[in-house]
């Protein structure tokens, strides 16, 4: 019995993961995928600016 054998074990290295090239589909979906965050950012910013959505106005209490 060594003393190493009770404390806690090192993990496994994970094997190193290789660069996948990427093909002309996986770089149009990135492309893509870069425009419409691009496009969702903006929508974003422009919707923050205005107010409420519904304009119902001033809201009345029940009682009478």
Known sequence: MSGR???????????KKQSKEMDEDDMAFKQKQKEEQKAM????????????????????????
């Open 5 to 15: 054998e009770g404390g806690k074990k090192k993990p496994l290295k994970a094997p």
């Open 41 to 64: 950012d903006a929508l974003k910013a422009k919707a923050s600016g205005k107010g409420p959505l519904c304009g119902s106005g001033i809201k009345k209490s029940g009682k009478k």
